[in-house]
Nanobody
Framework: QAQLVESGGGLVQPGGSLRLSCTAS????????IGWFRQVPGKKHEAVSC???????TSADSVKGRFTISRDNAKTTVYLQMNSLKPEDTAVYCC???????????WGQGTQVTVAS
């Protein structure tokens, strides 16, 4: 079965760092575009950062300069390095993999990130 599993979440103090991982099983990531999204109760689901199959990266203005997305296709894993964390970064972080031809779209179940003192 195709599956995405996130890991690396936890509780950190403001200014701290955390690295999230998203690992695929049942399929390879080579031709997939990958994105990290976050969701907060009462707020809209938002895109954090995405990396295309050929390495093009986009990030939300709120995380530019602090978060870095990367991928290791051989390990079927995508990472989100989060530095200088702020309380407003607190959310459930989910990864998504999608491809257009043939179409497929997979979501992980999320990992909780809490930034608090």
């Amino acid at each position: 079965q195709a599956q995405l599993v996130e890991s690396g979440g936890g509780l950190v103090q403001p200014g701290g760092s955390l690295r999230l991982s998203c690992t695929a099983s049942g399929f390879t990531l080579d031709y997939y575009n990958i994105g990290w999204f976050r969701q907060v109760p009462g707020k809209k689901h938002e895109a954090v950062s995405c990396i295309t199959w050929d390495g093009k990266i986009t990030s939300a203005d709120s995380v530019k300069g602090r978060f870095t997305i990367s991928r290791d296709n051989a390990k079927t894993t995508v990472y989100l390095q989060m530095n200088s964390l702020k309380p407003e970064d607190t959310a459930v972080y989910c990864c998504n993999a999608q491809i257009s031809r043939p179409f497929s779209n997979y979501w992980g179940q999320g990992t909780q990130v809490t930034v608090a003192s």
